[in-house]
């Protein structure tokens, strides 16, 4: 029976392992159910921060955030999930169409419309599918009741109501992510694009007739506005800034000098498991693994598939523990699939730097970094690659 063995990246924790565990474990399944899948979590080896803290300045201090995507609606997506009213606001900037008079306001339909919305079958199971169901209805009341929304309804005219409908889902969509995330839930539309805008596809259609892309008004100053926003400034405590960030650096630093620990676990489990072994590693457990068996001859593993990993880059650099530039991979390291995403700015290639020895394969997420760097697990080009390869 072959055994895949999951072996995580850097500053992740147990809980959003675990969840990322099932997703990859019911990939594989889907196609492949008498394999195997047995979890690598080596966090508890990772960094720690003491309890003390002694060498963070108690100062507020300034971190700035770039952001270089150029595509409008993944643009649009990096502004969403820092802010989901952000769309409305653009929205409330346009000029304010006179009163009508005679009948309704085109505000007071629109916003009737959301209010009484009832998910459809389909949508309702899209949500379910999207892990959204249950904090939906907390998502929209959010939406509706927030002062952007309340502006962009004064801005609707009769002849562009129908463009209202995607900016509304999209906000009420990146709502329930942002929800998600502050509850530290990890549903797949966290990583999943196409079902993210499936659920906004299916959620705008059942607010009314509406244009599904970036409306008219929007798309022109849409990236102008974007892109110098997206140099933010976050202003806050010091120290809990330092306790989000620091994880993953310093995974990376623990590694780069006390590693043997983490690839004596990793080599550990490989030799529990039931032979043919195959290691599906991301980022950081991607250089442990490698650096694993160019030392060790670790005959059970067949294939090595790292996902969005630094192996290529560090040796390029000559940093990579187990070899020197130059020096060429043991003939008896396994065969090497290496996935990456070019919007995944922590992914490298490998095919070139050493030899024709690993097969690159390129996915695209459509997720603007970092999330990039986490959303190959829902990502189907991945699995295809993947599940093609297993013995």
């Not at 304010?96 to 009948?103: H, K, L, P, V, W």
Request: negative net charge; hydrophobic residues 40%; contains cysteine.
């Amino acid at each position: 029976m072959t055994t895949v063995i999951f072996v995580h990246g850097t500053g992740i924790r147990e809980r959003e392992y675990n969840e990322t565990f099932k997703i990859v474990e019911q990939k594989i399944h889907a196609q492949r159910p008498e394999i195997k899948v047995a979890p690598c979590l080596w966090g508890a080896l990772g960094a720690k921060f003491s309890e003390n803290r002694a060498s963070v300045p108690l100062e507020d201090a300034t971190l700035a955030l770039s952001q270089g995507e150029v595509d409008a609606e993944i643009v649009l997506w990096g502004q969403l999930y820092c802010d989901p009213l952000y769309e409305l606001r653009l929205l409330s900037l346009k000029p304010i169409e006179s009163e009508n008079a005679f009948g309704e306001e085109p505000g007071d339909i629109l916003e009737s419309r959301v209010a009484s919305l009832i998910p459809t079958s389909q949508l309702q199971a899209k949500l379910q599918e999207a892990g959204i169901a249950e904090i939906f209805e907390q998502a929209r009341e959010a939406v509706i009741h927030s002062e952007p929304y309340y502006q962009a309804l004064l801005t609707v005219s009769e002849t562009d109501l129908s463009e209202y409908y995607a900016p509304i889902a999209r906000a009420i969509a990146a709502q329930a992510i942002f929800i998600s995330e502050q509850q530290e839930k990890f549903p797949p539309i966290l990583t999943d694009a196409q079902l993210r805008d499936n659920v906004v596809e299916l959620l705008t259609l059942a607010l009314g007739e509406a244009e599904l892309g970036l409306g008219s008004w929007l798309l022109k100053p849409l990236v102008e506005l974007a892109l110098p926003m997206g140099t933010n400034y976050v202003r806050g405590n010091r120290l809990e800034l330092t306790d989000k960030i620091s994880p993953m650096p310093g995974d990376i630093l623990l590694y780069q000098t006390r590693g043997e620990k983490i690839r004596q676990f990793i080599q550990q489990q490989i030799e529990e498991a039931e032979p043919p072994v195959v290691l599906l590693a991301h980022s950081l457990g991607g250089i442990a693994c490698v650096d694993l068996l160019v030392q060790q001859q670790l005959s059970q593993v067949e294939l090595l598939v790292t996902v969005g990993s630094q192996a290529p880059f560090l040796y390029e650099i000559n940093a990579l523990y187990s070899l020197e530039y130059g020096q060429l991979l043991p003939e008896h390291f396994p065969e090497w699939l290496n996935i990456y995403d070019l919007r995944d700015f922590l992914s490298y290639v490998g095919n070139k730097i050493f030899c024709d020895r690993v097969q690159d394969v390129r996915v695209d997420s459509k997720q603007p970094f970092p999330r990039s760097h986490g959303a190959y697990w829902t990502n189907a080009k991945t699995w295809e690659a993947i599940i093609s390869r297993l013995p």
